[in-house]
């Protein structure tokens, strides 16, 4: 690490964490906020101006979540590291951050405890993983050697959940064209393969199934 502060982007859609978080980065001479955004499509934007160091994401956030917007970031900002910085101790969450890129997944019940490490750990290159996530990770490896299975793919494609979440937050189809900078025809084709891989029938049981696995809060 050089001499220089480590430059983060914050993004968490509560004021008031992102305010409690700040309090707690820059405690640290070593850790310095650059940027803050309230959702994930504003976290993309942010960091693409800004070129952080670390970006740190929670998951529920309006527009992208938080692993939608690193599956981007890891593709566009290849440069900046990511930090998942959540209340849910998941193990889907934690298998999907891993697979968005994300090099940490700290709970915020012990952000005071932990997120200054993670921080610190991401950025020598080391993972930082919470004591449940380690023994999820086991377990997964373990089931998975003694099955003999390869871990499943994702059942949908990343832009087919991005119109699933903007439908399921109740955006008209012209409204996620613009959004998305796309035709309303292609997101009408998108939402059409979304109900036919689902076996859903309408905008409704979209935004069940949204809630269900996360992208969208009841």
Known sequence: MTDSPTRILLADDHALVRRGVRLILEAEPDLTVVAEADDGAEA??????????????????PRLTGLQAARELSRT??????????????????????????????LKSVADRDLVEACRATMRGEPFLYP????????????????????SSR????????????????HTSQQIADL??????TVERH??????KLGLKDRLELTRYAIRVGLIEP
């Open 44 to 61: 993309v934007a942010r960091t693409r101006e800004h070129r952080p160091d670390l970006a740190v994401l929670d998951i529920a956030m």
């Open 77 to 106: 900002c290849p440069e900046t590291r990511i930090l998942i910085l959540t209340m849910y101790d998941n193990e889907q969450y934690f298998f999907e951050a891993l697979g968005a890129g994300a090099s940490g997944y700290v």
């Open 132 to 151: 449940g996530a380690v023994d999820a990770l086991i377990r997964d490896y373990l089931d998975r050697a003694r099955e003999g299975h390869a871990p």
């Open 155 to 170: 059942a949908i494609t990343d832009r087919e959940e991005e119109i699933l979440k903007l439908v399921a937050e109740g």
């Open 180 to 185: 998305l900078v796309i035709s309303p025809k």
């Open 191 to 196: 939402r059409a393969n979304l109900l036919q």
